[in-house]
């Protein structure tokens, strides 16, 4: 049973920065601290290559358990104002798109006080009807419902209105059609006594009681699409109602507007904006997906930027997180001595520990060593709490091996609030577009299943093992600081898997490279695909799979531009930008269950690549072992391909064999399925070992596969696959400028 977890305030340091360490206990009533320095991090004992090393800290010692609470599920809140304290009567809209009416009560707009019951709250009740209740504080509350249960997944504009002389409520609900279906509206009326509340105005959820140290809460989320929520101050006919529904220019038409919300301006920021005359702006809360199809979407544009006016809806869900709010523990200042590395606070509560990982860059602007390790925070972000094969009925067939749960699958699925990885679906069905570090991340960690990050550090275990004296840097402080965090490396080594990266994080390695920079890419599947990181809201991925790739899910048609920076998504080679032409190499086929190995080519004797093969015979196969499927070559594999990009001058020094039926092509390289088309069958199946130097003296040699990494540790670290990085890298490092064929 997990009964400790934790998360960093950020994730990349340097000496003299302050790291925020926060905590939350489950039944312990203390955990121990202490710091850690994580070399290798697979400790399956029959490897037995785990290794960590423990560091002093001032922080190390007994500390307090205390359960902090984590609140998921999106919504806007507008604070408390005049305007709206002094309504009357009144009248609530909004379009309303919802993808799950029967789950049970669900906010749509709510200007109501739990505690005394006044105020308004316009919602989906329980039999998934529009409802609209109204209270004055005197303990009598009113509810009138439409009684007929919203069709999932298609657009009604809701309206309610309260007339304060009479007491009268007046509700409808109003379903728009497609071509196919008929066009639905149901009503309903009645009686009750209002009077305004004080607090904060809520959409896409309903204020709760307040959470510890007074934090406030919110419930009853709605899961679904909202579009022009409006207010105003008197009651409206329903033909009135409609009219103002449809007018892009409320405040044009409406003299006694209160508030009329745009969903269309301020895409990729927190701030909802009222375009009426009160300026009654609110905040988006916990990620809400924008730049997404309203209610009159045409087709006719697919870029958000293009038609704003056609994408004036948020789509909120339940489980939507962005940043839990804990409060810190313990802090540590970075010292100026601690060695650039990847540490982890190491927590240990009763007989379970946590790692809380982190990752020391150099003083900012400078570089300790010649070689810099990038490790893959973004990939990490994306794959952050993975659910998808706890949650995916196929998910072992696809994957092609049991399901396994460690401590951390099983607190996940006891505490979905955590969050969910880009892989995952929203209970509504729709997939996840963001994932966040501002919550603890149980598989970005030492001792946890070999995916993303732990695979890692086998290539900082066998950099360890071999002698060769590395800094660490993050692809996130690649995506800030560009090509200026990289020209301080004589060469820089890549993870085993760096899938996701964005568009500063491209320019700044292909500049890298351009200006005479040595990349030695010890993985596959890498450079895959395009995502987004926010200006505004630090720590968070976006991420929209735009048509071909692998898509464990599929993005909504006409959603495919990114919020925050309102590029086309998708993977960089449907734009144009294919992996080959920046490491020679890209992903060609998946295969999970059994590994191949590399094959010298002839081009393994050119002069050129002399230095690679240096101590291993011409005919030696490359890497028939391994952690990772008994090889060197497997998991997600890349290949060259010249129309792609590949340099003319690549040398291709070895291709792999050996993979079995269930290898499969990736979809963008296939245009259609048939069984000869995968493992030995096919001739496209294989990673290409590759290598080829740039004009400024520089160079690149890539492997093409995820499972390289896992057969570094083989034989003591004391292998051909080590032999092989090891003879790049030693050169890669020396001073001497590549030459570029004539």
Known sequence: MKKV??????????????????????????????????????????HGIYREEEIAAAFAGTYPGRTQEMAAGSYVTVLASDVMAGLQSFTVQAWVFPTTPDKGEQGLVAHWDRETGRGFALVIDDNGAATLRVGDGSGGVSTVTCG??????????????????????DLYQDVMASPFETDGSNSATGTGRFSASEGPLLMAALPDAPGVNGRFRACAHFNGKLDRPRLTARVLSHAQSRALGWDAM?????????????????????????????????????????????FNWSGHEQDWKRAPQEYGAVHFHDDDHYDA???????????????????????????????VTFFVRPPRGTATQKLAFLASTVTYLAYSNYRWQVHERYAEAAEIFWTTLDKGDAFLQEHPEFGLSTYDHHWDGSGVRYASRLRPVL???????????????????????????????????????????LENYRAVVTGTHPEYFTTPMWDGLRSYIARGGRLAYLGGNGFIWRCAMSDEMPGVIE????????????????????????????????????????????????????????????AARDPRAAFI???????????????????????????????????????????????????????????????SMNGPHNHKVKADMTFFETPGGGAVFSVGS??????????????????????VLRRFLDDEAFTMPA
């Open 250 to 294: 409320a405040h044009e038409r409406e003299r006694e507007l209160v508030a009329a919300w745009d969903f269309s301006r301020d895409i990729g920021r927190k701030r909802v904006t009222d375009v009426g005359f009160n300026g009654l702006h609110g905040e988006a809360v916990n990620l809400p997906s924008r730049g997404v199809k309203g």
């Open 613 to 675: 093969f240096e101590g291993i015979g011409d005919d030696e196969i490359i890497g028939d072992f391994g952690i990772m499927g008994g090889g060197a070559s497997g998991s997600e594999i890349d290949a060259a391909d010249p129309v792609l990009g590949t340099p003319q001058h690549t040398l291709i020094v070895a291709s792999s064999e050996g993979h079995l039926e269930n290898t499969y092509l990736v979809p963008d390289e296939t245009g259609f399925h048939h069984s």
């Open 443 to 485: 598989n970005v960690a030492p001792k946890t299943p070999l995916w993303s990050f732990n695979p890692d550090t086998h290539i900082l275990g066998w950099l360890e093992a071999a002698g060769i004296a590395y800094d660490v840097i993050t692809d996130e402080d690649l995506h800030h600081e560009g090509v200026g965090l």
């Open 543 to 602: 991420l929209r799979r735009a048509e071909d790739g692998i898509r464990y899910r599929d993005e909504e048609p006409g959603e495919y531009y990114l919020e925050f920076t309102g590029e086309y998504g998708g993977l960089w080679r449907r734009l144009g930008m294919a992996p080959q032409a920046l490491v020679g190499v890209g992903t060609v086929a998946v295969g999970f269950d059994q590994s191949g190995f590399y094959r010298q080519t002839p």
């Open 148 to 169: 007929t249960p919203m069709a999932v997944r298609r657009w009604h504009l809701v309206a309610a209105s309260y007339d304060a002389a009479t007491g009268t409520i």
């Open 706 to 727: 995820i499972a390289w990494g896992a057969s570094l540790p083989h034989n003591g670290w004391d292998n051909n696959v080590a032999r092989v990085s090891e003879n």
């Open 5 to 46: 977890t934790g998360y960093t305030n950020v994730w990349s340091v340097a000496p003299g920065d302050t790291l925020e360490v926060k905590v939350s206990t489950y039944g312990s009533e203390s955990y121990e601290a202490d710091l850690v320095r994580v070399i290798c991090g697979d400790d399956e004992p029959s």
């Open 325 to 355: 709010g804990w409060e810190a523990d313990f802090t540590y200042v970075i010292p100026a001595d601690l060695k650039s590395g990847i540490y982890a606070a190491r927590l240990r509560a009763d007989d379970d520990e946590w790692y």
